[in-house]
């Protein structure tokens, strides 16, 4: 499995800087940003290829130029690589993530090339954050009912569990990233039949795991 590793460059003459450096074939592919946490989007700078040993490298620079820090290192895995556009699932020392690079300009002969740097888990964390704060059934009032709440909260679990998934750095199973039509006609044909006040809880729940789901297809 390929590694990454985040350094931490202080004394510079860049200024205080990280480095993230991606292990490919022989070399590191590498980009310059300013600030952790990597939230996003943040700039980024595409430096020259390094060295594999840098993955490990602590100390002073040659020159004057400063001291480096390993901040977190560990292995990545590939969810796209084009030109100008990079998606990774990183787990390391302290990153459980996924991280997203998109070139943000035309590149220029002689000059780093510009990107953006950003945590492409982080929507989905908040989102599944607020859902969890804000969204809730309680139980229903007829057996029936009970059954139709029971296959809405196997949905929250399916979807709760890709969002773990995706915003932890692991494989993940874009199979259940969807919610059952089926369920939905149920809810609007009980719905049709009788006005209670809990049928409305739950189309209001409903409508949240559809907001997540569809957050999670987007995030793919």
């Known amino acids: 499995m390929q590694r990454f590793t985040i350094s931490h460059h202080a004394g510079s003459k860049e ?3 990280f480095d993230l ?3 490919l074939g022989e070399a590191l592919k590498t980009w310059r940003f300013a600030s952790l946490p990597i939230a996003g989007p943040q700039a980024a700078k595409q430096l020259r290829d390094h060295r594999k040993v840098y ?3 602590e100390g002073d620079i040659p ?3 400063g001291s480096v820090k390993v901040w977190d290192t560990g292995t990545y895995v590939v969810d796209e690589w084009a030109d100008r556009r990079i998606c990774i699932a990183v787990v390391g020392r302290q990153l459980r993530t996924r991280l997203r690079l998109q070139a943000s300009g035309p590149a220029a002969e002689g000059r780093e090339q510009d990107w953006t740097l950003a945590d492409a888990a982080a929507p ?3 989102a599944a ?3 969890l704060r804000e969204a809730g059934l309680d139980d229903a009032p007829t057996p029936e009912l009970e059954d139709l709440r029971g296959a809405l909260a196997r949905e929250e679990k399916q979807l709760l569990g890709v969002v ?3 915003t932890r750095g692991s494989e993940v199973q874009w199979s259940n990233a969807a919610t ?3 369920v939905r006609r149920r809810l609007e044909k009980e719905r049709t039949r009788w006005q209670h006040p809990w049928l409305v809880s739950a189309t209001a729940y409903a409508a949240s795991l559809e907001t997540l789901a569809a957050l999670l297809r987007a995030a793919r």
Request: hydrophobic share 30%; charged share 40%.
């Open 164 to 166: 773990d998934q995706f």
């Open 180 to 182: 059952d039509a089926d």
């Open 21 to 23: 450096m991606l292990e």
């Open 129 to 131: 954050s607020t859902f």
């Open 15 to 17: 200024g205080d800087h």
């Open 124 to 126: 989905l964390r908040k």
């Open 55 to 57: 993955l490990d490298h």
């Open 63 to 65: 020159g004057g130029r």
